[in-house]
Each structure stands twice: as C-alpha cells, then as structure tokens.
C-alpha cells in the first residue's frame, strides 16, 4: 500500500509535466522550426517585415546578410535572423 501511494503522489507532476510539454514546449519547436524554413527560403524580390517594423523588398541576399530596398533608391542592410516575416513576393 505504501508504494502505491507514492506512485499516487506522482501521477499529478507527471501529468503537469506531459500539460507543459504539449501547451509550451512542442508549438515553441514547431515555430522554431517553421521560422528557420522561412528564412532559409528567402530570395530577392520578397517583400518582407523586419522584426523592427521596417518594411522592404530583398534586393541581394548573402550568406547571413539580406539587402532590403525600403524605398526608392535607399538600401538598408540587414541580417536575416532580423527578417520577421514574407509578406508577399512582388512580381
């Protein structure tokens, strides 16, 4: 009897942990994961937002640098973990 009510005391941090595990940890590794594919697929001509809220089209893309048009003529270079978001391809 004694150890089944240890296993009894168990069974709720147990379950906290599985509740964690599933409403924290697993979507924060899914939207890791869909972020790196975003930023990995990047090419010139995507119209893209800043994670500071500048908003540019990708004139050159280097190794770990993305060259962004954020008006006529003005180039601004960044590095594209600073890319937040592919908002449309501009055709």
């Known amino acids: 009897m004694n150890q089944n009510g240890a ?5 709720p941090f147990v379950a906290v942990a599985v509740i964690f595990y599933f409403l924290l940890i697993r979507p924060q590794q899914k939207q890791l994961k869909e972020t790196k594919k975003m930023l990995e697929a990047l090419k010139p001509g995507d119209r893209v937002i800043t994670r500071g809220g500048l908003i540019g089209v990708i004139s050159s893309i280097k190794e770990e ?3 962004l048009e954020i008006a006529k003529g003005v180039k601004a270079v960044f590095t594209r973990s ?3 978001a592919v908002m449309n391809a501009v055709k």
């Not at 296993?7 to 069974?11: E, T």
């Open 7 to 11: 296993l009894m005391q168990l069974v």
């Open 65 to 67: 640098e993305v060259e």
């Open 82 to 84: 600073a890319v937040g």
